[in-house]
C-alpha cells in the first residue's frame, strides 16, 4: 500500500502530545488564505512511500518518541484523502504500540457508505485527531477557505458521537478569523462535543508566504500581521467558555 507523500519531519513537537513522527500527506481540497502548506495542494503528485519504508524509517526514531510520550501524526494536505494507506499504517503502528494521530480539516468528510465504512475501521486505530476548525460562520468560512462548512461541523459531531478524542485547532487570524461574535459561536459549538480534551489557539504566522510566491500565487493575506499575545488569550477564553473536558479514564 503507497501513500502519496509531500515530506516527513522526524521529530517534530506541536503536532500532538510529545516528540512526533510526522508525514505530511500530499493534497487537499481546501485553499486556505493563511495556508503554509500551499505546496501539498495538488491532489496526484508528491512522492510514493510504502508503509514498509515508513515502518523501517521510523524505528531508529522510536526510543525518542516513545519515551517522550509521542507517536506518529499525519497530518497534510489533508490525510482522510488517503484512508486506506493509513488503515494500513496505523495497523502496523499498532502492532508497534505506537500512538497515532491524524491532523485534519475534515475538508473532504462525507457521508458516502464507503468513505463512512473505511474511516469507522481507520479510526478503531486512532488514538487521536487534530481537527482543525477554520471558521464557525458559514460564508466567511467559504471566503477564508473556498468551501462551506457544513461537513466538517458534521465531521466534529461524528467524532463526538463515537468518542473519538480531538484537540480542537483555531488558527487566529487578526480581522479575519478574531471576531469577538465568531469567537462565542465557535465556543459555543465546541461546548456541544463531547470529545474535546484540549483547545488550542495557533496565532497566525507568514512563514508560508515564500511558498505562495515560489508556486506564482499572490499571497491573500500579507497585510495582515501576527496576533497580540493579548489577543491570543482572549480568544482561547472564548474558546473554552463552554468547555466541558472529559474526566480522563
Same mark, same amino acid.
Given at each position: 500500500?503507497?501513500?502519496?507523500?509531500?515530506?516527513?519531519?522526524?521529530?517534530?513537537?506541536?503536532?500532538?502530545?510529545?516528540?512526533?513522527?510526522?508525514?505530511?500527506?500530499?493534497?487537499?481540497?481546501?485553499?486556505?488564505?493563511?495556508?503554509?502548506?500551499?505546496?501539498?495542494w495538488?491532489?496526484?503528485?508528491?512522492?510514493?512511500?510504502?508503509?514498509?519504508?515508513?515502518?523501517?524509517?521510523?524505528?531508529?526514531?522510536?526510543?525518542?518518541?516513545?519515551?517522550?510520550?509521542?507517536?506518529?501524526?499525519?497530518?497534510?494536505?489533508?490525510? +482522510?484523502?488517503?484512508?486506506?494507506? $493509513?488503515?494500513? !499504517?496505523?495497523?502496523?503502528?499498532? &502492532? %508497534?504500540? *505506537?500512538?497515532? =494521530?491524524?491532523?485534519?480539516?475534515?475538508?473532504?468528510?462525507?457521508?458516502?457508505k464507503?468513505?463512512?465504512?473505511?474511516?469507522?475501521?481507520?479510526? +478503531?486505530?486512532?488514538?487521536?485527531i $487534530?481537527?482543525? !476548525?477554520?471558521?464557525?460562520?458559514? &460564508? %466567511?468560512? *467559504?471566503?477564508? =477557505?473556498?468551501?462551506?462548512?457544513?461537513?466538517?461541523?458534521?465531521?466534529?459531531?461524528?467524532?463526538?458521537?463515537?468518542?473519538?478524542?480531538?484537540?480542537?485547532r483555531?488558527?487566529?487570524?487578526?480581522?479575519?478569523?478574531?471576531?469577538?461574535?465568531?469567537? %462565542?459561536?465557535?465556543?459555543?459549538?465546541?461546548?456541544?462535543l463531547?470529545?474535546v480534551?484540549?483547545i488550542?489557539?495557533?496565532?497566525?504566522?507568514?512563514?508560508?508566504?515564500?511558498?505562495?510566491?515560489?508556486?506564482?500565487?499572490?499571497?491573500?493575506?500579507?497585510?495582515?500581521?501576527?496576533?497580540?499575545?493579548?489577543?491570543?488569550?482572549?480568544?482561547?477564553?472564548?474558546?473554552?467558555?463552554?468547555?466541558?473536558?472529559?474526566?480522563?479514564?
Amino acid at each position: 500500500m503507497n501513500g502519496n507523500i509531500h515530506s516527513i519531519e522526524t521529530l517534530g513537537t506541536v503536532d500532538g502530545p510529545g516528540i512526533r513522527y510526522v508525514i505530511f500527506t500530499q493534497g487537499c481540497l481546501l485553499r486556505c488564505q493563511f495556508c503554509h502548506n500551499a505546496d501539498t495542494w495538488e491532489i496526484g503528485t508528491g512522492k510514493d512511500i510504502t508503509v514498509s519504508e515508513i515502518m523501517d524509517d521510523l524505528e531508529s526514531y522510536l526510543p525518542f518518541i516513545q519515551a517522550s510520550g509521542g507517536g506518529i501524526t499525519v497530518s497534510g494536505g489533508e490525510p +482522510l484523502l488517503q484512508v486506506p494507506f $493509513l488503515i494500513e !499504517l496505523f495497523k502496523e503502528c499498532k &502492532k %508497534k504500540g *505506537i500512538h497515532t =494521530t491524524i491532523d485534519s480539516s475534515g475538508g473532504c468528510f462525507s457521508h458516502s457508505k464507503l468513505f463512512i465504512e473505511q474511516l469507522e475501521e481507520l479510526l +478503531l486505530y486512532t488514538d487521536l485527531i $487534530l481537527l482543525d !476548525l477554520k471558521h464557525i460562520n458559514r &460564508k %466567511k468560512h *467559504i471566503q477564508l =477557505t473556498g468551501m462551506a462548512n457544513d461537513h466538517i461541523l458534521e465531521f466534529a459531531k461524528f467524532l463526538s458521537d463515537r468518542n473519538v478524542p480531538i484537540w480542537v485547532r483555531h488558527v487566529l487570524v487578526p480581522s479575519v478569523t478574531d471576531a469577538q461574535e465568531d469567537l %462565542k459561536n465557535l465556543g459555543e459549538f465546541i461546548g456541544t462535543l463531547e470529545n474535546v480534551r484540549k483547545i488550542e489557539i495557533l496565532p497566525y504566522h507568514k512563514l508560508g508566504v515564500y511558498k505562495w510566491e515560489a508556486l506564482g500565487h499572490e499571497y491573500p493575506l500579507k497585510d495582515v500581521e501576527p496576533p497580540s499575545e493579548e489577543k491570543v488569550n482572549f480568544a482561547h477564553s472564548m474558546l473554552t467558555a463552554h468547555w466541558q473536558k472529559p474526566k480522563e479514564h
